[in-house]
């Protein structure tokens, strides 16, 4: 999104660059997390990367949210 866009966006919804800004990259790292848990595997990585023991968790009970 290029910066004139965020700066309509501060406008018109009474906020700053400075937090459509933090906003956004919140948003965008979101959703790569989220696309992420999409794979088993990947999803495997990010709780090791949590301290999380995968293999205690039955990964069955996540395949209806597919």
């Known amino acids: 999104m ?16 400075q937090q459509i ?5 919140t948003f965008e790292m979101t959703q ?9 595997k990947k999803m495997k990585n990010m709780m090791r990367k949590m301290n ?3 293999d205690a968790i039955d990964m069955s009970d996540f395949d ?3």
Do not use: H, Q, W, Y
């Open 2 to 17: 290029n910066a004139s866009r965020r700066i309509r966006i501060a406008k018109g919804s009474g906020t700053t660059v």
């Open 52 to 54: 999380i023991n995968p």
């Open 64 to 66: 209806d949210l597919k």
């Open 32 to 40: 790569k997390m989220m696309k992420e848990m999409k794979s088993p």
């Open 21 to 25: 800004n933090k906003f956004m990259k």
